[in-house]
Nanobody
Framework: QVQLVESGGGLVQAGGSLRVSCATS????????MEWYRQAPGKQRELVAR???????TYADSLNGRFTISSDNAKNTLYLQMNSLKPEDTAVYYC???????????????WGQGTQVTVSS
C-alpha cells in the first residue's frame, strides 16, 4: 500500500523559513506528478507547487517565488522549501502523488495526512 507521510511543519515567525517533507513508501520516481497543496481554515484546498516526473516545476502565482519544490530520489522524499513566510501561508500542507494508469489518462491519486504550518505575525 502506497503511503505518503508529511513532516516538518511547525510554528514560525513571519519572514522566516521552513521546509516540509513528504516521505513515500515506494519509489518516488513511480509517480508521474507530485504536488503540494494547502488548506487554510475555512478555505478550499489549493495547489501550491507541482513537480512532474521529468523534473519540470510550476507554482501558484501568488507565491512570487518564495517556495521551491524539490525531490531526493535516493530518499524517496519530496520537499517544499518555504521562505519569507507570511501569516497568510498558515495552513495544513498536503503531499499529493499522481500515477497515470492507462493510455486514456486515468489517474490514481495518493494523499498524505498533512502537516500544520503556522506563521505568526
Amino acid at each position: 500500500q502506497v503511503q505518503l507521510v508529511e513532516s516538518g511543519g511547525g510554528l514560525v515567525q513571519a519572514g522566516g523559513s521552513l521546509r516540509v517533507s513528504c516521505a513515500t513508501s515506494t519509489r518516488i520516481s513511480s509517480f508521474d506528478v507530485m504536488e503540494w497543496y494547502r488548506q487554510a481554515p475555512g478555505k478550499q484546498r489549493e495547489l501550491v507547487a507541482r513537480r512532474t516526473g521529468g523534473g519540470s516545476t510550476t507554482y501558484a502565482d501568488s507565491l512570487n517565488g518564495r517556495f521551491t519544490i524539490s525531490s531526493d530520489n535516493a530518499k524517496n522524499t519530496l520537499y517544499l522549501q518555504m521562505n519569507s513566510l507570511k501569516p497568510e501561508d498558515t495552513a495544513v500542507y498536503y503531499c499529493h502523488g499522481v500515477r497515470i494508469v492507462n493510455i486514456e489518462g486515468a489517474t490514481r491519486d495518493y494523499w498524505g495526512q498533512g502537516t500544520q504550518v503556522t506563521v505568526s505575525s
